[in-house]
């Protein structure tokens, strides 16, 4: 069973959309029991990066994801809360991956980060797996993790960042899979056969 962690950031729906029609088996939760002893754990988001926080923690839920050993996908502010603080209102984050999240310069670039863009491999990672490379997929973001020693996956836009991560059993991914057409669903459908 997955959970996917409800703490209030958006988009839970458009990822509930994709697993009904994989016919996975999913729970949308806040419990941390359902939360730690599930299969797989989905962190979706789309808000702010200390609100979220707060939430999470208020939830109790920050050593429960810290502590979680099965599969872990993040998906954008989710990815982002893995790292070690962001830029973004200053916050601490959950500090699996030691990276420090960073704003986009508006005066070098739009921001935010709107639309498709293409996704280059840089590590044979199994969440890419049937994916070709340099495929386009969704994004919506103003900060963005720097390209570092976990990216999988970098984009360019001003600068090449990371567009996903890998740490041990925790996935993340800057763009939105479950917004981004037949490559995104099978990003979703590789996350579900770890």
Not at 20 to 47: H, R
Not at 146 to 174: D, H, L, M, W
Request: glycine share 6%; with cysteine; net charge negative.
């Amino acid at each position: 069973m997955i959970a996917i962690i409800d703490y209030g950031a958006g988009n839970t729906a458009s990822v509930i959309n994709v697993l009904k029609d994989l016919k996975a088996d999913f729970v949308l939760t806040g419990e941390k029991q359902i939360i730690s002893s599930a299969d797989k754990n989905i962190l979706p988001g789309v808000g702010e990066a200390s609100s979220a926080m707060n939430r999470l923690n208020e939830l109790k839920l920050i050593d429960v994801i810290k502590n979680f050993s099965k599969p872990f996908l993040g998906i954008c502010l989710g990815m982002q809360l893995l790292c070690r603080k962001t830029e973004e209102g200053d916050a601490d984050c959950l500090n699996i991956i030691p990276v420090k999240v960073q704003k986009f310069d508006s005066e070098k670039s739009k921001v935010p980060h709107m639309g498709w863009n293409q996704v280059e491999l840089i590590k044979n990672d199994s969440l890419f797996y049937d994916i070709e490379n340099k495929s386009y997929f969704y994004f919506a973001h103003s900060y963005y993790v720097p390209e570092n020693e976990f990216a999988t996956t970098v984009c360019n836009y001003e600068i090449k960042f990371s567009s996903s991560i890998r740490y041990k059993n925790f996935y993340g991914v800057q763009f939105h899979p479950e917004k981004s057409a037949e490559q995104g669903i099978q990003i979703i459908k590789n996350f579900l056969s770890l």
